[in-house]
Structure formats: C-alpha cells, structure tokens
C-alpha cells in the first residue's frame, strides 16, 4: 500500500492552468475508475473536486477536471485563482478493496 | 445539513488503547459506508479503515491492521475506532468522511498524540 506519487509543490500565476498527476500502479489508479480529488486548505476538513476520474460533484467549479491515462490520473485547474492555493491529493481504490491517498501536492498561486 | 463530528482524541502512552467516536447526522446513516482518514503532524493524508453501510465488511490499511477495529452503531449514528497498541508513529489528527468509492463529507478531527 504505497502511497500514490504526487508532484510535492506546482505553482502558476492568475488566470494560467497548472495540472498535479498522480502516479500509481496497475494495481490501484490504473485498474479502477474510483480516482477521487481532494482540496484540502490546513485546519479544514478536506473538500471533494472530482469523484470517478473525472466527475464533478455540484458546487465545484468546472475550472477543475480530472483524467487518467493508464497509471496516471490527473487534476487540471484552468483559469488559476487565489483561493484555489491549497494542498490538493489523490484517493484510489485498490484491488485489496482498501485505498491509497497520493502524496500530496501544494498548489501556490504567484 | 450532514455533519460528522469526531471525539475521544487525547494524549495517550504507547502501548494504551483509546477509541474515537464519530457521530453522523443530516443523512440517513445506514445507506453509507464511512472511512477513517488521519494526518500526521507536517504529512499528507493517510488512509486508515473503511466499514460497509451495513457495518458487515471492515478494511484497513497495513499500518493499522491487527491493532484498530472500526464498528458502527446504528442506534446511535456513530462509527467508532478502537485503537490497541498505540505507538508514536500513530500521533494525527483522525477524520472520519461519509461515502465509499469517494467522501463528499468530512469532519473536523480529533487529535491523537501518543507519547511517553
């Protein structure tokens, strides 16, 4: 149960797109479609962006979109704000039928 | 609205047992599946333990495997997890989250410390 690899910061200015892969195995993020994304500002409970690779719950902006290509899933957020700058992580079912966070990844807006 | 609300953290030796409690409301508690999901101190997220809508399948994470039991009570909207042979490494703030193949609710968190 290794935990998924996330890029540890990525940054961009205003209004640009900045995408976080998180890398798995054929075991987990590859065998599945439960890749799930999570915005986590520190001290609050963490938020759901993307549910099923690439679903958005009602509420989230559609700046967020997720995708998965093998191994990899990633989250894009296009149209970059203020206030997206958070810690943001990947869940993946596995075929243990546990799951596995990603890394983690801080988002900075410049 | 849905709220789930964390309790029983607190500072413990190694070696001790404590048992958090998580209580659901504003959703019908029978129809989910609730995780349990703990952050350490300047770490990510780590997940710990799943139990079925139903409280009849239980998941864990190696690192806890052995030593935490979660169980569910649906008399009292509450999902527990009993935490034996606590060491060090197991300090974090626990949440538990509403929801299976993905947590669209999450609570607050009650800090665990385990130390001597």
């Known amino acids: 149960q290794s935990a998924l690899t996330q890029p540890a910061s990525v940054s961009g200015s205003p209004g640009q797109s900045i995408t976080i892969s998180c890398s798995g195995t054929s075991s987990d993020v590859g065998a599945y479609k439960y890749v799930t994304w999570y915005q986590h500002h520190p001290g609050k409970a963490p938020k759901l962006m993307i549910y099923d690779v690439n679903n958005r719950p009602s509420g989230v902006s559609d700046r967020f979109s997720g995708s998965k290509s093998g191994n990899t899933a990633s989250l894009t957020i296009s149209g970059l704000q203020a206030d997206d700058e958070a810690d943001y992580y990947c869940r993946s079912y596995t075929n243990s039928s546990t799951y596995v966070f990603g890394t983690g990844t801080k988002v900075t807006v410049l | 609205q849905v709220q789930l609300v964390e309790s029983g953290g607190g500072v413990v030796q190694p070696g001790t047992s404590l048992r958090l409690s998580c209580v659901a409301s504003?959703?019908?508690?029978?129809?989910?599946?609730i995780h349990w999901v703990r952050q350490a101190p300047g770490k990510g997220l780590e997940w710990v333990a799943l139990i079925s809508y139903d409280g009849s399948n239980e998941y864990y994470a190696d690192s806890v495997k052995g030593r935490f039991t979660v169980s569910r009570d649906k008399s009292k909207n509450t999902v527990y997890l009993q935490m034996n042979s606590l060491r060090s490494e197991d300090t974090a703030v626990y949440s538990c989250?509403?929801?299976?193949?993905?947590?669209?609710?999450w609570g607050q968190g009650t800090q665990v410390t385990v130390s001597s």
């Open positions: 989250a509403r929801g299976g193949t993905y947590s669209d609710y």
């Open positions: 504003g959703f019908s508690f029978s129809s989910y599946a």
